[in-house]
């Protein structure tokens, strides 16, 4: 009973909520090296500006991009424009993109603009490749969720080379911002600089609150900077919202059948198409395309869902399920088998201590088994290991003659245990 009262002890502790914390939002791996990166990000933006669909965007310039932002950032101070909502909310990358781009000739604003965009996507797409790492271990599934940015139809087609659809991208860069881990303070602030600039730019923000509030329990407080800056992002966008002014698209009466079919038009159908293509499937084919991109977007998920073990559908939840296994398993061993041998699996915990000549207790209905000298219950001249001792009803008798100093707690005795197993160099850890 001894490991289940230390487990019941350590779970009450403050900290432990923390700690559990800390295993649901794993540290981040090693960030990569600068030359990929590097190479990464020219064949990113050269893939953006110099297809066909990109060209297209190096000579003029996107509605609401001139007629909205340039201007204003040619006829207000900067101050005025970032705090002025635009369709019901901020706008702040693009007002601020907006802001460099006015002080260049007007001639070349299609060009900077379409640049600018494709440097911010790249970066998102840089950002997801290391925030993954802490999660994934397979390289290629870290670039493909980083290649969505970038080659993904959708982002290619009605969202490409202009500042107003680029608060998409900046949203699925601030989801692994808040994942993001990374152990440097440097990288700690770029991730919350993403957060807030994404907040700052899209109401859709408030969608990660529950990632935030986890990333509030975290143990280091610069871990803790993206949640900070994600309340502050919430707290303009809400202001903004409440506000500010939206004219309606429509006055039409709401209609749910054809809300859930420009659902997934916009959806499933644009991803695979992209947002010029719609035209050319529907209705032409009727609904048959729509069909045709759900069918493909939920049969792998759900192959995944079925096929794939518990551990990979839910590894928050496994790692909670192996760790109270490892508690129940350790406890059974100490009873089986004692502290000290326990502490490496009875048989090669028992081996590594015997070859020291250390008695090693096993509490069996009150007595001793094992080799070397046992060491005695009740008094005696015989001396007393008084480091180790009986588990049970028997270790306070034993330890009636040992002074304070010289007593150990079991975490003490588990963890000498450990050491003389990894002195002699014990092999796999065999159970009886």
């Known amino acids: 009973m001894v490991a289940v009262r230390e487990d019941v002890a350590e779970s009450a502790e403050p900290g432990a909520w923390r700690r559990r914390v800390d295993g649901v939002l794993p540290r981040s791996a090693g960030a990569g090296r600068l030359p990929g990166y590097l190479a990464a990000s020219v064949g990113a933006v050269g893939f953006q500006l110099f297809t066909p669909a990109g060209l297209t965007h190096l000579n003029h310039v996107w509605a609401e ?3 909205r932002f ?30 460099l781009v006015s002080v260049l000739p007007l001639s070349w604003a299609a060009v900077a603009i379409a640049i600018a965009v494709a440097l911010l996507r790249t970066g998102v797409a840089l950002l997801v490749f290391a925030a993954s790492g802490g999660y994934l271990r397979a390289v290629p599934v870290r670039i493909g969720l980083a290649a969505l940015v970038i080659v993904l139809p959708a982002g290619n087609s009605e969202t490409l080379g202009n500042l107003a659809n680029l608060h998409w991208f900046l949203l699925y860069g601030a989801f692994w911002a808040v994942l993001w881990r990374p152990a440097s303070l440097g990288l700690n ?15 859709l923000v408030f969608l990660l609150a529950p990632l935030a509030l986890l990333r509030l329990a975290l143990p280091a407080w ?28 429509s006055n039409d009466a709401v209609d749910p059948v ?44 759900a192959l995944a869902v079925v096929r794939g073990d518990g551990t990979r559908r839910f590894p928050g939840v496994a790692r909670r399920r192996l760790r109270r296994a490892d ?36 509490h069996r209905g009150g007595g001793w088994t094992g080799s070397g000298p046992p060491a005695p219950r009740h008094g005696g001249d015989e ?14 008798a034993y330890m009636d003659g040992c002074r304070p100093a010289e007593r150990r707690s079991v975490g003490d005795q588990r963890h000498r245990g450990q050491a003389a197993v990894h002195e002699w160099g014990a092999g796999s850890q065999a159970r009886p």
């Open 65 to 67: 991009d001139g007629a």
């Open 70 to 99: 340039l201007v204003d950032a040619l006829r207000e101070p900067l101050a005025a424009n970032l705090v002025a909502p635009y369709g019901g909310y901020l706008h702040t990358v693009p007002r601020l993109v907006a802001e």
């Open 189 to 203: 602030v770029l991730a919350a600089a993403v957060v807030l600039l994404a907040g700052l730019s899209s109401p």
């Open 222 to 249: 610069r871990e803790r900077l993206s949640a900070l800056a994600f309340g502050v992002a919430l707290v303009g966008q809400v202001v903004a919202v409440l506000l500010g002014t939206r004219a309606p698209y």
């Open 258 to 301: 054809q809300v859930l079919l420009a659902s997934l038009l916009r959806g499933p159908v644009v991803a695979f198409t992209g947002s010029e293509q719609v035209a050319r499937v529907y209705p032409r084919f009727g609904n048959w395309p729509v069909l045709a991109a759900v069918v493909l977007a939920l049969v792998p998920i």
């Open 327 to 362: 508690h129940r398993d350790r406890a059974g061993r100490q009873l089986e088998c004692g502290v000290a041998g326990a502490a490496a699996g009875c048989g090669a915990g028992r081996a590594a201590l015997q070859r020291r000549a250390v008695p090693v207790p096993a």
């Open 383 to 396: 001396p007393r290991d008084c480091g180790r001792g009986p588990v049970g009803e028997h270790r306070s």
